[in-house]
């Protein structure tokens, strides 16, 4: 980790051959040592602490959900490219020798599986939206979830900080517009704060989602218009190209329209939430303070082994 | 061009606006059109009047009334005649 070469090769490179991820075979979805799971989770901890005030209920859901509500959240109509079913055989004995035979002559026996109900979570804050829409009105005074989950997107790279499997941690406010815009600018400032703690460069900059297709450009040129989306950005495989670790969105009342999110007197609640990209934040860290944890500089183990 | 237009959105079963309702001005945002919507309306156009919209004019404003839509679209049958 040449503090002077920012590219994604050598970085993934120098990251197998430090024994910190390891290959699979797969672009984008590596093993990960224990001195790199330790990092994740003490940068767990930290985000757990600096949001702690809030009193945000956790929940935990697993890397899969429900595909009718990932069908039903709109995701087909924006992400397309990004997204996975979960597929699997149901065949019956017929099948399944057919299935071998075209395994055995290099064939695509997919074709024998169907769609289960699963998809893949592409972000942590997917499931929660139906989930917390089935309990009834939301109270005047908003709700706040802490959420963390695996996720996936398909978008196979070179680049260690585009991982096809990662983890997420998220801060998700619903509530009036006014509410969860003002957990958003909390979040940008403490973001920042909690970033520089950790002795790495980062800048705050206006982003836009990777929308599909020419329709997807108009989405992402209103989506900027409306200063909906804000990444911070951490110089991980590029100086140039710095990558988003921290994500802030205000989602407007999308997800209150589409799962029916309101108040007791009927009016549709706004949401926002703010992502950490896991995987990001430690590759940042590795990136910029070397392959040895303990070797790091005291000020930023005392942030993140300290307490 | 501005009735054909309000009648083709009318008929789309994707936007769900009462475009007979809205004056020519009027805003579409503000009248409950979703991005999603404008992006529908976006192909909708393309598809009616066989124009590609460039990329510089898909932005919220071009969309914003059936008057800036008309005139984005005049704009690009002028060019293809």
Redesign the interface.
Known sequence: MDAKTFDSKSLLDSLFENGILFESGVDGLYGRSGAFEDVIERFERLVTRLGAPDKATRIHFPPGMSRATLEKS?YM??FPQLAGCVHSFMGGEREHAQLLGMMADGGDWTELQKATDLALTPAACYPLYPTIAARGPVPAQGLLFELSSYCFRHEPSKDPARMQLFRMREFVKIGTAEQVRSFRESWLKRGRAMIESLDLPCEVDLANDPFFG??????A???R??GLKFELLIPVTSIEKPTACLSFNYHQD?FGQTWGLKFADGEFCHSACVGFGLERVALALFRHHGPDAEAWPAAVRDVLWGV | MIDQIRSLLEQHPMIPLNFGALADDANLYDAGLTSFASVQMMLALEEEFDIEFPETMLTRRTFSSLASIADAVSQLTRKAA
């Not at chain 1, 020419?214 to 989405?219: A, E, H, T, V, W």
């Open positions: 709109g109509k924006s020419r329709g997807g450009r108009m989405m040129n209103n989506q218009d409306q999308h």
